[in-house]
């Protein structure tokens, strides 16, 4: 059975390991390191430094997916709204050795718990990569829709498509409503 909690510092390590190479590296992160590969201590800072300079206080949420042998993903949610109505996911990752298993569904249904009944979000977004299909299939079966809205990211000099997901909380509502009936 899969948890999240809160992510702890010393996660890092484990997390930044499961990026075998710079690609799969960068399909994690974007742009959003200036290096590859990463230590544990550039990685709690990366988050400390986004925690502090949030224009909101209280609006960035890493979260570690853990089962009974310990961490097997990690993402973070993040406002993106002053009204706090929409929650972002982004960083998603699982352990490389357990893709394809099942567990990036079931952490980003945790996450879109999280965001909907917790964070009381109305709407969850994320982006992933065009060229990371694992991920794209991934949270179309979570039940995340394609919007219209792309972009470009240019990874070592490369343009890479960004596809954009959203959920609303009806979806999600929906979904949930679904699931009990066909259990």
């Known amino acids: 059975m899969l948890r999240l909690r809160p992510y702890k510092p010393g996660d890092a390590e484990t997390i930044i390991s499961w990026c075998k ?6 399909r994690w992160t974007s742009d959003r ?9 550039d990685m709690n800072h990366k988050y400390i430094d986004l925690n502090v300079d949030c224009a909101e206080p209280d609006n960035f949420y890493p979260m570690t997916a853990c089962d ?6 990690h993402l973070i949610l993040r ?6 109505k929409c929650i972002r996911l982004g960083f998603v990752i699982v352990d490389d050795a357990r893709r394809g298993m099942g567990y990036g569904k079931e ?27 694992p991920a794209y299939r991934c949270y179309q079966a979570a039940g995340f829709s394609q919007v219209e ?3 470009v990211c240019m990874v070592n000099g490369e343009a890479w498509k960004i596809v954009e997901f959203e ?13 009990m009936l066909n259990e």
């Open 21 to 26: 190479d710079e690609v799969s590296f960068r």
């Open 149 to 151: 809205e792309t972009s």
């Open 68 to 73: 009974e042998n310990g961490p097997v993903g």
């Open 107 to 133: 952490m980003i249904c945790l996450a879109q718990r999280f965001a909907f009944d917790i964070f009381k979000a109305e709407r969850v977004t994320l982006g992933v990569f065009e060229n990371n299909l």
């Open 33 to 41: 390191y200036d290096r590859y590969p990463i230590t544990a201590v």
């Open 167 to 179: 959920m609303t909380k009806e979806d999600f509502a929906f979904g949930n409503l679904r699931s």
């Open 79 to 84: 406002y993106t709204d002053g009204e706090k």
